[in-house]
């Protein structure tokens, strides 16, 4: 019997069991093979704030996540005395285009006013230039540049590992891999794994990203389904570069300076694909249109392709909280290209409505009560 089952070793997963560890909660953590198996495992670690204009719950969610984040990973560093390759970089977006840089002065001012906390003020400044040696082509930001110093990265292994060798440790959590969960029962509060045997459980959290919808529609008894999975390419490189340079970013395209001249380039969103794990031609093409944006990888050999599905949720937002019809079920999944900046947040929602009784300010459109009432919306037309 555990108080808490936890179904994914992913980011969101890893997370909630160390919020649950810190409720005191005898959790039990599976994963159908190795802790960053999934998505979570990719390469890109860019932590991305939302743009500062129309401010809303939403925004504000995310921007505390990514600013209490750095104090996270600052603590279970010292703790484990692993690095989770973070960095305060900021991110640099070439303007194309006049009324580009129109829109972006518009947003230096709406920062001022949006991204304060405790004291400490973030910028969107709009440059000119970006003085990098090579980092940016100049070229390609013929209105100027703006420079973010909000956004940050991680390396999502390392990252991964770190809070691995932190639940190691724990009194309260226990980590098994090899285990695939292939049936829930929220009554009974029991769930089935794929040798044939049980685990009961006082509430359960699905943190198995595109996994964990095909659970949650056997749950809903629905027509359709509560997520899909998203197909992301993307590659890393090996590069003679300053670990401090800013994430460069502009119509999708993500170039991230990562510890030790390592470079990641992503990322495809392919929602139709015939292999999931396969990476082709347009990770070629994102390798050119990197190569043209940042002079300083045009010779960098590429050391490894990733490919990988991202979940993303039938509401577009994350998916957390309670099932509205089972209340021991409970959702951790959706994060689609936001989940490293965020799910230390969500997990503490998550967990602390399952002790407490409450999300702890969650957005109303993150909560999966929405998504299920929309999926059902959706199965009524």
């Known amino acids: 019997m555990a108080d808490l089952l936890i179904v994914g070793g992913g980011i969101m997963g890893l997370w909630a069991a160390v919020m649950a560890d810190r409720a005191g909660l005898e959790t039990v953590l599976v994963e159908r093979d190795?802790?960053?198996a999934g998505a979570s495992g990719g390469v890109l670690g860019a932590l991305m704030p939302h743009m500062p204009d129309r401010w809303n719950a939403k925004k504000q969610f995310q921007f505390e996540a990514l600013i209490s984040l750095e104090t996270e990973i600052a603590a279970l560093e010292a703790e484990t005395g692993l690095s989770a390759g973070y960095r305060r970089s900021g991110r640099i977006m070439p303007l194309a285009k006049p009324h580009l840089r129109t829109i972006a002065l518009r947003h230096e001012q709406d920062a001022l006013v949006n991204w304060r906390s405790g004291g400490r003020q973030f910028h969107w400044h709009v440059q000119d230039r970006f003085h990098d040696g090579g980092w940016l082509n100049a070229d390609a930001a013929e209105?100027?540049?703006?420079?973010?110093?909000?956004?940050?990265?991680?390396?999502?292994?390392?990252?991964?590992?770190?809070?691995?060798?932190?639940?190691?440790?724990?009194?309260?959590?226990?980590?098994?891999?090899?285990?695939?969960?292939?049936?829930?029962?929220?009554?009974?509060?029991?769930?089935?794994?794929?040798?044939?045997?049980t685990l009961s459980f006082g509430a359960c959290i699905l943190a198995n990203g595109v996994q964990a919808f095909p659970f949650i529609d056997e749950l809903t008894k629905v027509p359709g389904v509560s997520g899909v999975p998203v197909k992301g390419q993307a590659a890393l490189l090996q590069a003679d570069i300053d670990p401090d340079l800013p994430?460069?970013?502009?119509?999708?395209?993500?170039?991230?300076?990562?510890?030790?001249?390592?470079?990641?380039?992503?990322?495809?969103?392919?929602?139709?694909?015939?292999?999931?794990?396969?990476?082709?031609?347009?990770?070629?093409?994102?390798?050119?249109?990197?190569?043209?944006?940042?002079?300083?990888?045009?010779?960098?050999?590429?050391?490894?392709?990733?490919?990988?599905?991202?979940p993303k949720a039938i509401g577009r937002d994350p998916m957390a909280g309670r099932h509205p019809d089972h209340p021991r079920i409970h959702a951790l999944a959706g994060g689609f290209k936001i989940s490293f900046g965020i799910a230390h947040r969500l997990a503490s929602a998550v967990v602390g409505e399952i002790v407490g009784g409450t999300d702890q300010g969650l957005p109303s459109s993150f909560r999966c009560q929405t998504h299920i009432e929309l999926l059902r919306k959706e199965a009524a037309k």
């Open 143 to 197: 209105s100027g540049v703006v420079f973010d110093t909000l956004a940050a990265r991680v390396a999502p292994r390392p990252f991964l590992a770190m809070l691995a060798s932190h639940l190691r440790r724990s009194r309260h959590v226990r980590i098994e891999e090899g285990q695939a969960v292939v049936h829930i029962d929220p009554v009974a509060g029991r769930a089935t794994f794929i040798d044939g045997s």
């Open 34 to 36: 190795r802790i960053g």
């Open 247 to 310: 994430v460069v970013f502009t119509d999708g395209l993500y170039v991230v300076a990562h510890e030790n001249g390592l470079v990641a380039v992503g990322s495809t969103s392919e929602n139709t694909f015939e292999n999931a794990a396969s990476t082709d031609g347009q990770l070629d093409d994102l390798l050119r249109q990197a190569a043209e944006l940042v002079p300083l990888i045009r010779r960098a050999p590429v050391i490894e392709r990733w490919a990988g599905l991202r």
